[in-house]
Nanobody, 122 residues
């Protein structure tokens, strides 16, 4: 059974940086795609970035492509989201999700973590 657990969220000041981690089990990172999503209250869940062996590193939300980066450590079964120059509008619950291929929408992914809260405020 596929399992994903996010961590690394918290309170950060505008302009700061944060690195989120997604530890996965039950599958190989080399065989599946893992994406980061976020959802703020009253907003749709939106995909940020996705990574897979076949598709590489894909920016799903273009307006954050220059500030957010995704990476993976196959040995540690972990996918990271590096968030730089964060803004108050980045405040949301951040989720990681997995499926066979990268998709643009939440329905494209069959497995999800519970999420980690990121709050950007001074």
């Amino acid at each position: 059974q596929l399992q994903l657990v996010e961590s690394g969220g918290g309170l950060v000041q505008p302009g700061g940086s944060l690195r989120l981690s997604c530890v996965v089990s039950g599958f190989s990172l080399e065989s599946y795609a893992v994406a980061w999503f976020r959802q703020a209250p009253g907003k749709e869940r939106e995909g940020l970035r996705c990574i897979s062996t076949r598709e590489g590193n894909i920016a799903l939300l273009l307006r954050v492509k220059d500030r957010f980066t995704i990476s993976r450590d196959n040995a540690k079964n972990t996918v990271y989201l590096q968030m730089n120059s964060v803004k108050p509008e980045d405040t949301a619950v951040y989720y990681c999700a997995a499926d066979a291929l990268c998709g643009n929408y939440p329905g494209d992914f069959h497995s999800w973590g519970r999420g980690t809260q990121v709050t950007v405020s001074s």
